[in-house]
């Protein structure tokens, strides 16, 4: 992680490291992708959708191998900037990750929910330098909506 990716523009970012911001993912139920309250967004839990469907499905140490379920983690955190940047219209007015909270489905003995949360939190330190530094949980569950691996909230400081 290079400590002047905040510098640049997090959109190019992204593109530069070959993951381009998708569309907003519809909410499964009645809830709005993210909320904003002076000036920090709040997104709600995002699954690893990409173009409409889950990545993978069922429970890591079981049906999804700890490689799937970091790059379902990364996929949910592109999903969570991408509700951040429609509620303030550029992720440029990101000034902090301040928190991200990664729920994952776990097999009975599967321990290492960290490892799997990494996958999102080295994606936001590539794409925001020291701004992408953040707290985080990590926390194994029985299961998540539509039998998804992985769901992540995430808030951020903005302008």
């Given at each position: 992680m290079s400590a002047?990716?905040?510098?640049?523009?997090?959109?190019?970012?992204?593109?530069?490291?070959?993951?381009?911001?998708p569309d907003v993912a519809a909410p499964v139920a009645?809830?709005?992708?993210?909320?904003?309250?002076?000036?920090?967004?709040?997104?709600?839990?995002q699954l690893p959708f990409s173009?409409?469907?889950?990545?993978?499905?069922?429970?890591?140490?079981g049906e999804?191998?700890?490689?799937?379920?970091?790059?379902c983690a990364r996929?949910?955190?592109?999903?969570a900037l991408a509700a951040v940047k429609a509620e303030v219209g550029s992720l440029a007015r990101v000034r902090r990750v301040v928190k991200v909270v990664v729920y994952v489905a776990s097999a009975p003995d599967f321990t290492a929910q960290p490892q799997v949360a990494n996958g999102a939190s080295a994606l936001l330190g590539a794409v925001f330098g020291d701004?992408?530094?953040?707290?985080r949980s990590a926390v194994g569950v029985a299961q998540l909506p539509l039998g998804a691996p992985v769901e992540l909230e995430l808030i951020v400081e903005v302008d």
């Open positions: 002047d990716a905040g510098a640049r523009d997090p959109e190019a970012r992204l593109a530069e490291l070959g993951f381009p911001l009645e809830y709005v992708p993210a909320v904003r309250t002076g000036d920090h967004v709040y997104t709600s839990g173009d409409g469907h889950l990545l993978a499905t069922g429970l890591v140490g999804v191998d700890v490689e799937q379920a970091t790059a996929q949910c955190a592109l999903n701004a992408g530094k953040h707290a």
